[in-house]
Structures are given as C-alpha cells and as structure tokens.
C-alpha cells in the first residue's frame, strides 16, 4: 500500500510538472498590455491608494447614461461593439473590475460582488453621475442588480445579460478554464499556467456563434488574463463561495426599476432557465431569448442585441442626466 501511495505520488508530481512545463506563462508586461489594449478612450481612476480602475467614457456625453460591466475573465472589450452601435445616441461608461482587463490586483484583496458594488458607485461619484442605466453580463450582471438594490435612487433602468444570481443553476458543458478553476490542486497552478489553447477552448464552449471567434479574440482574452494581479484574483475569487452572490425572488422583487433580460438560449455557463427565473422574479421586466447564442450576447449578435437595447430604452420614459 505505501508503494502504490508512492507511485501515486510520483505520478501527480509528474503530471504537475508536465503542466507546468506545457502551459508556464509569466504575467505579462503591463506597460506593453496597456500600449495593446488601452485606447484614446482609456482613462484610470485612482480610487483608493494602489487601486487604479481602467475605464471609457465614450459616447454621447450629453446624453442618456449607459453603464456596462462585463462578466467573470473578461473585460471592458465586451461592449465595444455595443459602444459602435449605441455610442451615437448614448454616453457610455464601462470598465475593468478589479481581478481584470487593465484594472489588474486590488491591494484590499476584495474580488467578491460587493466590493465591485463599491467600485462602480465609487467611479461614478467621481465622474459625478447619480443617475444611469446600469447593465452586466454573467458576474458582471449580477454586480448590475446588486447595486440596483443598493443604489435604487441612481438606477434608471436595469439590463441583464446572461446575468449570475439564480441559486443553485446547473451549468451545462463548463467551459475547460472554469472546470481547472474548481480541481483544488490545479486551481493553485493557475497564478503560473496558462495555455492559449484552454483560452480558445473555454470561449469556444462560451460562444455559440463560432464565426465572431478569431485568434484576436482569443489573445485578448488570453493575455489580459496575465496582466498583473489578474490570475491571482481569479484564483481568490474562484476559492471563496461568498464572493458569488445568490439572489433570490423576494429579493429581487424589490427591484423596481425598468429591467431588461437578454440571454442566449445556448447558454453552457447559466442556463437559460435562469433568464426565466430572473423574470418571474420581476414581473415589470422584458425578457429576450437568442436562438442559437451563447453566455455572451453582445459579442455573438452585438447588432441585434444593441438593436433590442435601443429600442427598449426609446420606450422608457427619459429622466434628464446629471453630469
């Protein structure tokens, strides 16, 4: 018995040592990262000592606010096709949370829900906007309705993309990233390895619609991944159950404000059943499935998804924007 013990052992070590020598990626460089993926767009906020937030403010700027917070492992280049397509009509805000995109380690260690909460209010305080539509995908539309309940007075109206929240929903085919996240001696290798190729098949198994996949996406979401402080906050964030937060009906109902519900009916990550669940929690919202789309609608059909967004909000009674 404590032979096979030792072989096993041997033969984990082994196979951790392939995996690191097969897939070991340093943190990239972040003056490079931000040369690549910074824009004249690109501006950062000192909200707190070490903590420097990554954000744009494009747009109409005089006009109907529009704030987008992107899910788990991506960044504020999810909405650039929304930002294209609406950016004529609508001021928008979006952003790297903390753990993300340019944004990169938070010195408070805070990766959890509530404290992206504080970050966004904190941003907006100091561009001085008390009042906006607030939308998220995935983990990021689950900060949209928490802060929805915490700030109800400076939320217009409220957009769910494939939002997080729904209790207990079973994924269906995980993307790899996300399954290596959840093995407790692999997940502890990912501050060091990260092959390209589990980026590629992780978004594959995201996005239903394979033809908006391209090696230019895939290295984005690759190489932010190793901007520094990123891999270290995905590890946090993926160790602490707390830092995902669980809605539940009577809770949400307390939402008020206008809500729009998008979801891809192909969805492996959140299931659509919780686009249903999410709308029966709020009756006063309007819920659009896609056919054959994925977690990440505004990437798969942005046309089609920012489209649906205009013409909702056109249908909105407007509260004139204080800047």
Not at 187 to 213: D, G, L
Not at 275 to 280: I, L, M, P, R, V
Request: no cysteine; charged share 25%.
């Amino acid at each position: 018995m404590l032979r096979l013990i030792k072989w096993l052992i041997i033969l984990m070590l082994a196979a951790l040592a392939a995996l690191f020598f097969w897939g070991y990626a340093p943190d990239a460089d972040a003056a490079r990262m931000e040369r690549k993926y910074g824009s004249n767009a690109s501006r950062f906020a000192e909200l707190e000592p070490g903590l420097r937030l990554h954000y744009r403010d494009e747009g109409k700027l005089d006009g109907r606010v529009l704030v987008l917070i992107h899910g788990s492992n991506a960044s504020l280049h999810t909405w650039e096709p929304w930002v294209k397509a609406l950016g004529s009509d609508y001021r928008i805000i979006s952003l790297d949370l903390p753990g993300h995109g340019l944004t990169g380690r938070n010195p408070s260690g805070s990766y959890d829900n509530a404290s992206y909460v504080s970050v966004v209010d904190r941003l907006l305080t100091k561009l001085n906007v008390d009042n906006a539509v607030i939308g998220g995908n995935s983990m990021g539309g689950g900060v949209s309705w928490l802060y929805a309940l915490e700030h109800p007075e400076k939320v217009e109206a409220l957009l769910l993309i494939d939002a997080s929240g729904q209790p207990h929903a079973k994924s269906g085919e995980l993307p790899l990233g996300f399954k290596l996240m959840r093995m407790p001696v692999i997940k502890e290798a990912v501050r060091f390895i990260a092959p390209r190729s589990i980026f590629e098949s992780s978004i594959k198994t995201s996005m239903s619609v394979q033809s908006k996949i391209d090696d230019k996406l895939v290295d984005r979401y690759w190489e932010l991944n190793r901007y520094p402080g990123n891999r270290e906050a995905t590890m946090l964030r993926f160790s602490s159950p707390k830092n995902m937060t669980s809605g539940t009906k009577e809770r949400l109902s307390a939402i008020k404000a206008p809500v729009l519900i998008l979801w891809g009916a192909e969805d492996n990550l959140i299931p659509v059943t919780a686009a249903k669940w999410f709308a029966e929690a709020m009756p006063q919202a309007k819920l659009i499935i896609y056919p054959n789309v994925g977690h990440i609608p505004m990437e798969e059909i942005p046309e089609k998804s920012a489209n649906d967004v205009k013409v909702w909000l056109e249908g909105l009674a407007v509260k004139s924007p204080k800047v």
